[in-house]
Every structure is written in structure tokens, then in C-alpha cells.
């Protein structure tokens, strides 16, 4: 809600493992707030979000948390990667926090970062990568611990066209290959248009499925 009106509303969607959808719309137009409400991570206030046939809105907070930790994987505008750790260590923490050893966690990174071109820079700080380098781990990251959905909130929105292209299509193979499916907001049309399924939102109504793949 932004007082009295509601962020999200009159919004029928679902999606298969594997399948990438896509959600554009202006600023301010609530697609932000679907994905999160999608996610688990902002109440729904009627209705409800179902993962697997599982209300979210019946799990207590710790059972919420483990099933963001284990089963989601989010990718932000900005990376958000933690400037502390390693590239390695940023891709290997969704493993650390499900309680993997650390041997294990650093191989799987290593692997998935070496399927991305970036094992030659896995003892590196964030601030030491290229801006497409940088979203390159925060993909990593997303998909290390083979979810079964990824949120990506503007993904390639920071990147210039060329680096947003080539993450965009890194991101997808990999999600596609390991049978992850994708919910994408994004304001570039082009961005969308690779999305099996592409929606439009105003106002806070997912108004329209504006394009499906044959």
C-alpha cells in the first residue's frame, strides 16, 4: 500500500520451472512490488502467493526465510554484492547460509564462475571487477545454489548495452540449463522480448500478457 492505494492489485500469475517471464511497466507502476510479494518479501494484504501448492503467507518467519534462502535467488540493479568478500566468497555465501561446508560452497562457486569467465578473478574484491564483470557475480550468486526461481529486479539496467546483452544472455542460458525460472522487471523492451512470457503493469494491475513464445 502507498496510503490509502494499493501497490498491487487485481494480479493472476503463475510460472513454470524453467520459464522466464518478464514484467514491464513505468516507474511507479507496482511491478517492483509484485516481484516482491512474489518473493515473500513484502505481505500480501488479500489474496495470496503459493510456491509449490505452499501458502507464503502460512509459514512462520523462519520457515519464510529458509524457503527465500534455499529454494529463491536474487538478482538487483546494483549487484549488491558485500565489498568485504571475495568475488569467490559472495558467489559461495547463499551455500554458506544453507549450512554447506565451506569446501563444498567454494567449489560449486568456482564452478559456476568458471561457466561465467571469471574464475581468474575469484580472489578479487567487488571493487576490483568491471561493471560487467560485477553483475556477472551477482548472477553467480543468484543461481549457485540452483534455485527453483530467480527474482532480477533490472538486472542489466546499470550496464551499457553491450555488457547488458551479454549478462542478459549468460543469465538466462544458465537458468534456463539448470531448470530455473525467472520473474525479470525491467524497462527495456528488448530485455523483455527474450522472456518466454512478457506482461505489462499500470497502476498497479498487471494489465496485459503483451507477448507469448510460440
Given amino acids: 500500500?502507498?496510503?490509502?492505494?494499493?501497490a498491487v492489485r487485481d494480479v493472476e500469475f503463475s510460472l513454470e520451472r524453467g520459464q522466464v517471464a518478464a514484467i514491464t511497466g513505468q516507474s511507479g507502476s507496482?511491478?517492483?512490488?509484485?516481484?516482491?510479494?512474489?518473493a515473500g518479501v513484502l505481505p500480501v494484504s488479500s489474496g495470496g502467493v503459493h510456491f509449490d501448492g505452499r501458502p507464503l503467507g502460512a509459514l512462520?518467519?523462519?520457515?519464510?526465510s529458509t524457503l527465500r534462502r534455499e529454494q529463491f535467488g536474487f538478482v538487483f540493479q546494483y549487484g549488491e554484492l558485500l565489498p568485504e568478500l571475495t568475488v569467490e566468497e559472495n558467489t559461495a555465501l547463499p551455500l554458506w547460509l544453507a549450512g554447506k561446508h565451506k569446501s563444498e560452497a567454494l567449489a560449486a562457486a568456482g564452478e559456476i564462475l568458471g561457466r561465467l569467465g571469471l574464475a581468474e578473478l575469484r580472489k578479487r574484491r567487488p571493487s576490483q571487477v568491471s561493471g560487467g564483470q560485477f553483475?556477472?557475480?551477482?548472477?553467480a550468486r543468484a543461481l549457485v545454489h540452483q534455485p527453483a526461481?530467480?527474482?532480477a529486479d533490472e538486472p542489466t539496467g546499470s550496464l551499457d548495452s553491450g555488457n547488458a546483452t551479454a549478462v542478459l544472455?549468460?543469465?538466462?542460458?544458465?537458468?534456463r540449463s539448470q531448470g530455473t525460472a525467472v520473474v525479470l522487471v525491467t524497462h527495456d523492451v528488448q530485455v523483455a522480448n527474450r522472456a518466454d512470457d512478457c506482461y505489462s503493469m499500470c497502476d498497479g494491475v498487471l494489465t496485459s500478457q503483451v507477448r507469448e513464445a510460440s
Fill in 1 to 6: 500500500m502507498y496510503g490509502e492505494t494499493p
Fill in 30 to 38: 507496482g511491478k517492483s512490488s509484485l516481484l516482491y510479494c512474489l
Fill in 60 to 64: 512462520s518467519d523462519d520457515e519464510l
Fill in 135 to 139: 553483475q556477472r557475480v551477482a548472477v
Fill in 149 to 151: 526461481v530467480v527474482f
Fill in 169 to 175: 544472455d549468460e543469465f538466462l542460458f544458465l537458468a
